[in-house]
C-alpha cells in the first residue's frame, strides 16, 4: 500500500522557518521524482519544489526560491521542504507527491499557517 506522510506544519511567524518532511512507503522511493505543492483557501494547488529521484537536480517556484530548500534521503525514503523567511502568503496546506511510470501518489496534506 502506498502512503506518502507529511509532518512538520504548523503556525510560524513571518520570517520564521519551519521543515517539512514526507515519508515514503509502498513504493520504489529512489525510483520516483517528488514534489511539494501547495493549496491556499480559495486558490488552485501549485508546485512549489521539484526533486530527480536521485536528488540531482531540483526546481522551485518563483515565489521561493532563495527562501525554500527541497531534498531527498533515498535511504531513509524522506523528502524534506526547509522553509525560512517565511511570508503570511506562505500559508496554505502543503502536499508531496511522487512522480513515475505514469503514476502520481499524493499525501494527505499539512497545514502551514504565517501569523503574527
Known amino acids: 500500500q502506498v502512503q506518502l506522510v507529511e509532518s512538520g506544519g504548523g503556525l510560524v511567524q513571518p520570517g520564521g522557518s519551519l521543515r517539512l518532511s514526507c515519508a515514503a512507503s509502498?513504493?520504489?522511493?529512489?525510483?520516483?521524482?517528488m514534489t511539494w505543492y501547495r493549496q491556499a483557501p480559495g486558490k488552485e494547488r501549485e508546485l512549489v519544489a521539484t526533486?530527480?529521484?536521485?536528488?540531482?537536480?531540483?526546481n522551485y517556484a518563483d515565489s521561493v526560491k532563495g527562501r525554500f530548500t527541497i531534498s531527498r534521503d533515498n535511504a531513509k525514503n524522506t523528502v524534506n521542504l526547509q522553509m525560512n523567511s517565511l511570508k503570511p502568503e506562505d500559508t496554505a496546506v502543503y502536499y508531496c507527491?511522487?512522480?513515475?511510470?505514469?503514476?502520481?501518489?499524493w499525501g494527505q496534506g499539512t497545514q502551514v499557517t504565517v501569523s503574527s
Open positions: 526533486i530527480t529521484s536521485a536528488g540531482g537536480s531540483t
Open positions: 507527491s511522487a512522480d513515475g511510470f505514469g503514476l502520481k501518489y
Open positions: 509502498g513504493f520504489s522511493f529512489r525510483r520516483y521524482a
